[in-house]
């Protein structure tokens, strides 16, 4: 499933993910996240900001992004940063990163 991001009330942290024309968040495991930058410099500025960046869940864990750059677009998928056994491995965080890039295409199935 695919959800549009609102922005934060106001006084929330808004984190990282900061892009000039939006993102969307893809709900699964793992999830991806979906940057759209105005053109690839920007994203290429988003990807770098990314890339070191962890941050901690409700589970208490560490997490961090695996990034694809597409254009102007950078795709990233939530992994944790200590896999643990019950973690996705990394064949299914490609499939979720290639299923996202499929979505921009318009080349997934009709239920994606």
């Known amino acids: 499933m ?7 009330a106001p006084g929330e942290p808004r ?3 900061r892009a000039t024309h939006g993102y969307l968040h893809v709900r699964g495991a793992p999830p991806v996240n979906v940057l759209f930058g105005k053109d ?7 990807a770098e900001r990314l ?4 941050y901690p869940l409700v589970d208490g864990r560490e997490y961090e ?8 677009v ?17 064949d299914v965080v490609d499939e979720a ?9 318009a080349a997934a199935s009709g239920n994606a």
């Open 97 to 105: 990163l290639d299923a996202a890039e499929d979505c921009l295409r």
């Open 15 to 17: 984190g990282p993910l």
């Open 40 to 46: 690839a410099g920007e994203v290429g500025a988003i």
């Open 2 to 8: 695919v959800v549009e991001f609102d922005n934060p």
């Open 51 to 54: 890339e070191d960046y962890r």
């Open 65 to 72: 992004f695996e990034l694809r750059r597409r254009g102007n």
């Open 74 to 90: 950078v795709l990233g998928a939530q992994v944790p940063v200590e896999p643990e056994y019950y973690d996705p491995p990394p």
